[in-house]
């Protein structure tokens, strides 16, 4: 019998490679070759101990975790979620990566309850992309041609916790299709540990897992995802909430806004007068033609 598609498979082990590397000690052009070269990098310390602290406060006062549906929604619920957005360590970071024209097309709260699982089988879930994967119907925000998601942990990772799993390099793996099972790729993955506040880039196509979580408390991770303007997807995005950008200014409002709007051969991509433009060009074609004017 043949196995379902990757997210239909059965839970697996976690790899027993660990990843090490040394996050606080690469500059700033390092991380840039590193996630080149990886598809996937940590930005340690992304988050301080006290805006951790004051998520933590916000988490228990508006317990995101009990609203459905509880990723987007939960988002905009929760007032210290909001500075991820433009976060002074990522940000830099991500527009290193993606260029300076950039846009954060969606922000996403997840939260891991302790399963009932054996305790003593540490599991993970299907080895799989983000690119193209998803989606609810109508929205096509992953079907970018270029995105990298940002993973804010508010939780430290341990084998309790189920750690992120990585397979570096895989970003160049241009052969696999999204959304089928990819666990033939499993002895190249390896452990990923990070703490409480770290962020981890990962693109849209490097092959990972999440953990599942087998200690005692909620896992808490923020969600945010970023592609160039130009990289419109192939086909309309949701927006995010009138509300929730009317309370934002500045830098953080123009990267969460018109998020159907791109670039176009080196402008600001708008369909409206593109088609104008492409209309008046015919035109004025079928008038030369009949006329012989040019």
């Known amino acids: 019998m043949s196995e379902s598609p990757a997210y239909q498979t ?13 996050w606080t000690a690469l500059s700033p052009s390092e991380q840039h070759a590193y996630f080149v070269k990886n598809g996937f990098l940590v930005i340690p310390g992304a988050i301080g101990p006290e805006e951790l602290e004051g998520m933590r406060k916000d988490i228990e006062t508006h317990r995101p975790f009990s609203s459905v549906p509880v990723m987007l929604k939960a988002f905009f619920n929760v007032p210290s979620f909001a500075p991820t957005i433009d976060n002074p360590k990522i940000l830099p970071v991500v527009k290193s990566i993606l260029g300076k024209d950039v846009i954060c097309f969606k922000g996403d709260y997840l939260s891991k309850f302790p399963t009932t699982r054996d305790k003593e089988a540490y599991e993970r879930g299907p080895l799989h992309v983000d ?11 992953n079907t970018s041609p270029s995105w990298l998601n940002v993973a ?10 189920g ?19 990819m666990e033939q790729l499993r002895d190249e993955a390896q ?9 981890v880039l990962f ?22 995802s970023y592609r160039p303007i130009w ?4 086909g309309k995005v949701k927006e995010w909430p009138r509300s929730f950008v009317r309370k934002t200014s500045g830098e953080r409002r123009r990267l969460i806004s018109k998020l159907n ?34």
Not at 152 to 161: C, K, Q, R
Not at 231 to 234: C, E, G, K, L, V
Not at 265 to 273: E, L, N, T, W
Request: glycine residues 10%; contains cysteine.
């Open 131 to 141: 690119f193209a994967i998803g989606l609810d119907a109508g929205d096509y925000c």
């Open 231 to 234: 990289a419109r997807p192939i």
């Open 261 to 294: 709007k791109g670039v176009y051969q080196g402008q600001r991509y708008d369909r409206f007068k593109h088609r104008w433009k492409s209309s008046m060009m015919m035109l004025k074609r079928w008038f030369e033609e009949v006329t012989g004017w040019s």
């Open 203 to 224: 693109y849209k196509s490097t092959v990972h897992a999440g953990g599942i979580n087998l200690s005692d408390e909620i896992q808490h991770i923020l969600f945010v």
């Open 10 to 22: 059965a839970f697996r082990g976690l790899p027993t490679k660990v990843l090490e590397q040394d």
């Open 191 to 199: 452990l990923l540990f990070v703490k409480a506040g770290d962020a």
């Open 163 to 181: 750690p992120f799993t990585v397979i570096p390099g895989s970003q160049n793996y241009h052969d696999l299709e999204p959304g089928v099972d």
């Open 152 to 161: 804010i942990y508010l939780t430290d990772m341990s084998m309790e916790h």
